[in-house]
């Protein structure tokens, strides 16, 4: 890691807790340039807003002497942003586990059927491993299900890229749509193993990365709104006169 804002970068390998203590503090860092941000932007607007009786020249000198503030806020607001919004990116790509997790019964009775389980899902077609997989599911059979879930994705990666194939002197069409129906499935088949560690930290980078998005977007939408409109030949627009209080 490394710049002010504690950015990390993609070789950093990030533990659990690394994870969550980097988001926090991203958050607690746009949180504070957001307070010192609105602060400055207050004091700006109180000193140059119009109704004071300013004249032009005074006006003009109340920029000058505000304005430096409030953009070095601004810049602080944007920096946090820009950091946590690459820190959430890199976390949310990192804390995606495929691991699966069951306990000891599970476990043990897969186990006695894995050498069996295995060889249907490398010899079975497809058809036959979709009733399977739909069987397993209706009973609740987890062994069989926790097998399955680990097995059967690299199956369809192997029929997905090889969609034809000769088997036994005879050509054979991978259906797309059994492929779709087993991938479907097997988020079913998954859930009760996955693992649940990461939750957590990914919601909170997704929460992460919204502020930082909005943050971004106010600093932009405020320096907008500052910057004098100008006609299609490059001159400042003048406001149309009003009366005179």
């Known amino acids: ?142 062994p069989r299900l926790f097998l399955l879930a680990q097995l059967l994705p690299t199956r369809l990666a192997a029929e997905i890229a090889s969609p034809t194939r000769t088997v036994n002197g005879k050509v054979q069409h991978t259906d797309p749509d059994v492929i779709a129906a087993i991938s479907a499935l097997l988020i079913r088949a998954r859930e009760p193993f996955r693992d649940t560690a990461f939750d957590p930290v990914r919601k909170k980078a997704s929460e992460a990365l919204e502020k930082a998005q909005k943050a971004q977007a106010a600093v932009n939408q405020r320096h907008r709104e500052r910057t004098p409109v100008t006609t299609f030949d490059g001159q400042v627009k003048v406001p149309f006169p009003t009366a005179a209080r």
């Open 1 to 142: 890691m490394d710049g002010e804002n504690t950015r990390v970068s993609q070789a950093d390998v990030l533990t659990l807790g690394q994870m969550g203590s980097t988001l926090s503090a991203d958050l607690s860092r746009i949180e504070s340039a957001q307070s010192d941000h609105a602060a400055a932007s207050g004091t700006y607007a109180q000193r140059t807003r119009d109704g004071l009786y300013l004249t032009a020249e005074e006006q003009q000198a109340a920029r000058v002497k505000y304005l430096p503030d409030l953009e070095s806020k601004e810049t602080a607001l944007a920096g946090a942003a820009r950091a946590a919004e690459a820190n959430a990116r890199i976390i949310l790509q990192q804390a995606v586990s495929d691991r699966l997790v069951a306990d000891q019964a599970t476990q043990s009775a897969a186990s006695a059927q894995q050498p069996l389980v295995v060889h249907l899902v490398d010899h079975s077609p497809l058809p036959s491993l979709l009733s399977d997989l739909r069987s397993a599911l209706s009973v609740e059979d987890k």
